[in-house]
């Protein structure tokens, strides 16, 4: 799935590999911006820290002290619910931990002099239901206090512009989309093409350069259907124009007295209407004009009906062939391969006789009798064969490979002993 979308799982990568990193540049950014919210707020505890140093040793009296808290925007929270509750559940932002220590001057009334206690006061900033609160505190007595002009921060501005970059993207992303659509069409229309759909049409209207190159195959697709219509004209005429000769020169042949070149003659255009005949078959299969009717056969009756097409005897072919065995493809061309390998094993065969088995999926087509001389490549190719003085026009095997092409099998050989082995190997085989 992924290699028949391989540009849209590319830009889709792209836009998840930016929006990630764009994310994870903006996270990064908040919590810079928050860290430097909260230092820059904490640093008024050192003042909140030396009112109430002041207001512990008793420098200053109470209505004093809370004068300097209001000087300041700063409120005490004396309710003591509301103080527990905001201590329990509000977020610490940050804390003094060090703590700062004040020196606690008292006189004892049985001592004739002064002694100084040294207490340890720690400031710390807490968050609560959009309120900053100062909580300081020492060993013997703490203060909450409301900062009223201070508020937590709100990463407005920045997550403004996080989402303008993120519809940004998202519409650069779409676009992107829009554009590669005719993609996935001229995609299709190109299968269609080769599977033998000529009546497709690739031009796009448009001037960006998946437009221009639709047009360009509409337009090499018109030239070759052109030379494919020509083609076909050409062979058919031709064959046309040799039959009608044909039917007269059999018709001659019939008044001939002789008959031993009576014989002569009718072999002769007995050869010629099957060389035709062979021609018609070559164009139907590489021509991709006709559309092949593909169905499931029971192997069993392909090979009958290719035993009683090559017109030899039925002891001449051993068929270990399981009668459950079936498999999709046009009855027609598929019975005329096999009946081409059954004619050339026989033929070719000291002893007129082969067999036909099945292995793994592949059909093997054997015979006792000499290995080929040649690579299998050379006898696939048109009118080549090794005895020129055989009843054959060397286009069997060319035929055969044709036809497997386009059932999904390729044509093997192999030696096994003193037998030739013809082996149809279908394609998605893990043959090696």
């Known amino acids: 799935m992924i290699k028949n979308n391989a540009v849209l799982a590319t830009v889709a990568f792209a836009l998840v590999v930016t929006v990630s990193s764009v994310s994870y540049t903006f996270y990064q950014l908040y919590q810079v911006n928050r860290t430097k919210h909260i230092d820059n707020i904490f640093t008024k505890h050192s003042l909140i820290s030396q009112i109430y140093h002041t207001y512990i040793i008793k420098q200053i009296s109470e209505p004093m002290f809370e004068a300097n808290l209001a000087l300041y925007d700063l409120e005490e929270i004396s309710?003591?619910?509301?103080?527990?509750?905001?201590?329990?559940?509000?977020k610490i932002l940050k804390s003094d931990g060090n703590g700062d220590e004040v020196m606690e001057e008292y006189t004892l009334s049985d001592a004739p002099f002064e002694t100084h206690v040294a207490q340890q006061v720690i400031t710390s900033m807490i968050e609560y239901r959009g309120g900053i609160y100062f909580w300081v505190e020492s060993s013997r007595h703490s203060v909450l206090l409301l900062d009223q002009s201070i508020e937590p921060y709100h990463p407005v501005n920045l997550i403004s512009a996080y989402g303008t970059l993120m519809s940004i993207l998202m519409i650069s992303f779409a676009l992107i989309i829009y554009r590669l659509r005719p993609l996935r069409r001229l995609r299709k229309q190109i299968a269609r093409f080769g599977e033998g759909d000529m009546?497709?049409?690739?031009?796009?209207?448009?001037?960006d350069e998946i437009a221009l190159i639709a047009n360009e195959l509409d337009t090499t697709q018109n030239k070759i259907r052109s030379l494919i219509e020509s083609r076909t004209l050409f062979l058919r005429n031709i064959m046309h124009e040799l039959k009608t000769p044909i039917a007269k020169g059999r018709i001659v042949t019939t008044m001939l007295s002789d008959e031993k070149q009576q014989a002569r003659f009718e072999g002769i255009f007995e050869r010629l209407e099957s060389l035709i005949g062979e021609f018609a078959l070559i164009e139907e299969i590489t021509s991709g004009n006709q559309h092949h009717e593909k169905k499931e056969y029971r192997l069993v009756d392909i090979i009958d009906g290719a035993v009683d097409s090559a017109m030899v005897d039925y002891d001449a072919v051993t068929c270990n062939v399981d009668t459950s065995i079936k498999i999709e493809v046009d009855y027609r061309l598929f019975v005329t391969a096999v009946k081409n390998l059954i004619d050339n094993a026989i033929k070719y065969s000291p002893d007129k006789k082969m067999e036909i088995t099945v292995e793994g999926g592949e059909i093997l087509f054997s015979n006792f009798g000499e290995p080929l001389k040649n690579p299998l490549s050379y006898y696939i190719e048109p009118f080549t064969k090794d005895h020129p003085t055989k009843d054959s026009f060397g286009l069997g095997l060319y035929i055969v490979d044709a036809i497997l092409k386009e059932h999904g099998y390729v044509l093997a050989y192999e030696r096994r002993g003193d037998n030739n082995c013809f082996i149809f190997v279908p394609l998605k085989s893990k043959r090696k």
């Not at 309710?79 to 527990?84: A, L, T």
């Not at 009546?199 to 001037?207: A, K, L």
């Open 79 to 90: 309710d003591e619910s509301v103080y527990e509750t905001i201590i329990r559940q509000g």
């Open 199 to 207: 009546g497709v049409r690739f031009r796009i209207d448009g001037s």
